[in-house]
Nanobody, 111 residues
Framework: QVQFVESGGGLVQSGGSLRLSCTAS?????GGWYRQAPGKQRELVAQ???????NYADSVKGRFTISRDNAKNTMYLQMNSLKPEDTAVYYC????????WGQGTQVTVSS
């Protein structure tokens, strides 16, 4: 089993910033942030490999930055220039022996 501590969500005005963090109880290979808005499917936001290679959804390129601290088993998502359409529950996902999901954190962007 893998335990997670996710934090950093909240309510912010359009154009604002938030930083999400996700700490896993074990080291992991690829890590990713996903989000799910009401009535929509969960979608990939950003991924980062253990070597630091990143991948972003087109909708967040240039606004969001994923990073990680391998010594702390922690992954971050810096979100800038937030828009109302970024409102969703954000989940971290890590690859160890299987893929494991964090509990999610709510991000709400008001217009």
């Amino acid at each position: 089993q893998v335990q997670f501590v996710e934090s950093g969500g909240g309510l912010v005005q359009s154009g604002g910033s938030l930083r999400l963090s996700c700490t896993a109880s074990r080291s992991f290979f690829t890590g990713g942030w996903y989000r799910q808005a009401p009535g929509k499917q969960r979608e990939l936001v950003a991924q980062i490999t253990i070597g630091g290679t990143t991948n972003y959804a087109d909708s967040v390129k240039g606004r969001f930055t994923i990073s990680r601290d391998n010594a702390k088993n922690t992954m971050y998502l810096q979100m800038n220039s937030l828009k109302p359409e970024d409102t969703a529950v954000y989940y971290c996902n890590v690859a160890i022996s299987y893929y494991y999901w964090g509990q999610g954190t709510q991000v709400t962007v008001s217009s």
